[in-house]
Protein backbone atom coordinates (compact mmCIF):
# COMPACT_ATOMS: atom_id res chain seq x y z
CA UNK A 1 0.00 0.00 0.00
CA UNK A 2 1.55 3.49 -0.95
CA UNK A 3 0.11 6.74 0.12
CA UNK A 4 0.74 9.99 -2.03
CA UNK A 5 0.32 13.49 -0.57
CA UNK A 6 0.44 16.29 -2.45
CA UNK A 7 -0.92 19.96 -2.77
CA UNK A 8 1.05 21.54 0.61
CA UNK A 9 2.77 25.14 -0.02
CA UNK A 10 3.25 28.78 0.85
CA UNK A 11 0.02 30.48 1.66
CA UNK A 12 -0.94 33.87 3.55
CA UNK A 13 -3.06 34.03 6.63
CA UNK A 14 -6.61 33.95 5.39
CA UNK A 15 -5.73 31.90 2.31
CA UNK A 16 -6.78 28.52 1.43
CA UNK A 17 -5.22 25.07 0.23
CA UNK A 18 -6.48 21.65 -0.69
CA UNK A 19 -4.61 18.62 0.02
CA UNK A 20 -4.96 15.57 -1.65
CA UNK A 21 -3.56 11.81 -0.78
CA UNK A 22 -3.82 8.74 -3.55
CA UNK A 23 -4.03 5.67 -2.17
CA UNK A 24 -3.78 2.13 -3.89
CA UNK A 25 -4.74 -1.43 -2.55
CA UNK A 26 -8.70 -1.82 -1.37
CA UNK A 27 -10.84 0.75 -0.20
CA UNK A 28 -9.85 1.80 2.99
CA UNK A 29 -12.61 1.53 6.34
CA UNK A 30 -11.17 5.34 7.44
CA UNK A 31 -8.95 7.95 5.90
CA UNK A 32 -8.12 10.86 7.28
CA UNK A 33 -5.14 13.73 7.68
CA UNK A 34 -2.58 14.28 10.74
CA UNK A 35 0.14 17.24 11.08
CA UNK A 36 2.97 17.75 12.72
CA UNK A 37 3.93 21.43 13.57
CA UNK A 38 7.83 22.03 14.58
CA UNK A 39 9.04 21.28 18.12
CA UNK A 40 4.97 19.40 18.40
CA UNK A 41 3.93 15.95 18.68
CA UNK A 42 1.67 14.30 16.11
CA UNK A 43 -2.13 15.58 16.28
CA UNK A 44 -4.70 14.81 14.22
CA UNK A 45 -6.68 16.81 12.05
CA UNK A 46 -9.61 14.93 10.50
CA UNK A 47 -10.84 11.32 9.75
CA UNK A 48 -13.77 10.34 7.60
CA UNK A 49 -15.28 6.63 7.58
CA UNK A 50 -16.05 4.53 4.36
CA UNK A 51 -19.87 5.62 5.00
CA UNK A 52 -18.84 9.63 5.11
CA UNK A 53 -18.60 10.45 8.67
CA UNK A 54 -16.06 12.54 9.79
CA UNK A 55 -14.43 13.65 12.73
CA UNK A 56 -12.67 16.80 13.25
CA UNK A 57 -10.18 18.40 16.18
CA UNK A 58 -11.84 21.46 17.24
CA UNK A 59 -8.91 23.70 16.41
CA UNK A 60 -10.34 23.67 12.41
CA UNK A 61 -13.57 22.97 12.92
CA UNK A 62 -15.79 25.35 10.61
CA UNK A 63 -12.24 25.62 8.56
CA UNK A 64 -11.08 22.81 7.26
CA UNK A 65 -12.96 19.92 4.82
CA UNK A 66 -12.34 16.56 4.61
CA UNK A 67 -13.97 14.20 1.69
CA UNK A 68 -12.83 11.13 -0.06
CA UNK A 69 -13.55 10.03 -3.22
CA UNK A 70 -13.72 6.25 -3.00
CA UNK A 71 -13.51 5.65 -6.41
CA UNK A 72 -10.09 6.83 -6.72
CA UNK A 73 -9.55 5.77 -3.20
CA UNK A 74 -8.40 9.14 -2.37
CA UNK A 75 -8.57 11.46 0.62
CA UNK A 76 -8.66 15.31 0.20
CA UNK A 77 -8.31 17.97 2.87
CA UNK A 78 -9.98 21.63 2.01
CA UNK A 79 -8.25 24.33 4.05
CA UNK A 80 -9.60 27.68 4.24
CA UNK A 81 -9.41 30.36 6.33
CA UNK A 82 -5.53 29.14 7.25
CA UNK A 83 -3.76 30.69 10.49
CA UNK A 84 0.05 30.47 11.52
CA UNK A 85 -0.51 27.99 13.99
CA UNK A 86 -1.97 25.49 11.01
CA UNK A 87 1.75 25.58 9.47
CA UNK A 88 3.37 21.98 9.76
CA UNK A 89 3.73 18.96 8.17
CA UNK A 90 0.58 17.18 7.14
CA UNK A 91 0.47 13.42 6.55
CA UNK A 92 -2.84 11.66 5.39
CA UNK A 93 -3.35 8.02 6.69
CA UNK A 94 -5.52 4.80 5.89
CA UNK A 95 -6.50 2.20 7.79
CA UNK A 96 -8.67 -0.94 7.39
CA UNK A 97 -10.73 -2.50 9.77
CA UNK A 98 -8.56 -3.51 13.09
CA UNK A 99 -5.85 -3.00 11.43
CA UNK A 100 -2.69 -0.94 11.77
CA UNK A 101 -2.97 2.46 9.57
CA UNK A 102 -0.62 3.65 6.58
CA UNK A 103 1.17 6.43 6.53
CA UNK A 104 1.58 8.84 3.27
CA UNK A 105 4.79 10.91 3.23
CA UNK A 106 3.89 14.14 4.54
CA UNK A 107 3.15 17.48 2.47
CA UNK A 108 4.52 20.72 4.53
CA UNK A 109 2.07 23.52 4.87
CA UNK A 110 3.84 26.68 5.78
CA UNK A 111 1.01 29.92 6.24
CA UNK A 112 2.84 33.11 6.80
CA UNK A 113 1.30 36.18 8.74
Known amino acids: VQLQASGGGLVQAGGSLRLSCAASGSIFTVMGWYRQAPGKQRELVAT???????NYTDSVKGRFTISRDSAKNTVYLRMNSLQPEDTAVYYCTAAYSNMRPFWGQGTLVTVSS
Open 48 to 54: ITRSGST
